[in-house]
């Protein structure tokens, strides 16, 4: 099975757009687009108001999980190493990334409105708290589960 958006041509910069559209239509009150060292967007950041506290959130977007996804989709090995190779290929795999997010965020909006969920619920593993042990590093509540789940893990072995 395709993954999906694969043959989208939508710019990242215009998907980012509408995903900020869908943020604010719920009530963000601040977003920020995270970029890397070219200048590309890497990910979303936003507030929300919940129970009159100010929340951060952080949206990741995983490009090298969809071009991964993409090569495996070739089960010849010179096939897959030729779209490895293949910058362009790379820039796809951005632009599918960002619509597979704005989908997502627009499945979790349909949620919120259809009253099956809280924002809170659906966004709450990309809450942004203060990492472990008073480091100062922002991490995410879901980075956060896994940190204690490998210490759980540990503490078992």
Request: with cysteine; glycine share 8%; net charge positive.
């Amino acid at each position: 099975m395709a993954i999906k958006n694969y043959t989208t041509s939508v710019p990242e910069g215009k998907t980012v757009g509408e995903i900020m559209g869908l943020l604010a239509g719920k009530g963000a009150r601040t977003i920020q687009v995270l970029y890397d060292e070219q200048g590309r967007p890497t990910g979303v950041s936003f507030m929300l108001i919940l129970n009159e506290m100010p929340i951060p959130f952080r949206l990741p977007c995983n490009f090298e999980g969809v071009f991964k996804s993409l090569c495996n989709g070739y089960k010849d090995r010179n096939a897959r190493i030729r779209f490895e190779r293949n910058p362009a290929n790379r820039e796809q795999s951005r632009r599918v990334a960002w619509r597979i997010v704005k989908d997502w965020v627009a499945a979790q909006m349909a949620l919120i409105e259809a009253e099956q969920a809280t924002i809170a619920q659906v966004f709450l593993p990309y809450c942004v708290m203060n990492g472990p042990n008073g480091t100062g590093t922002a991490i995410t509540m879901y980075d956060r589960f896994l940190e204690q789940v490998s210490q759980q893990k540990a503490l078992t072995a």
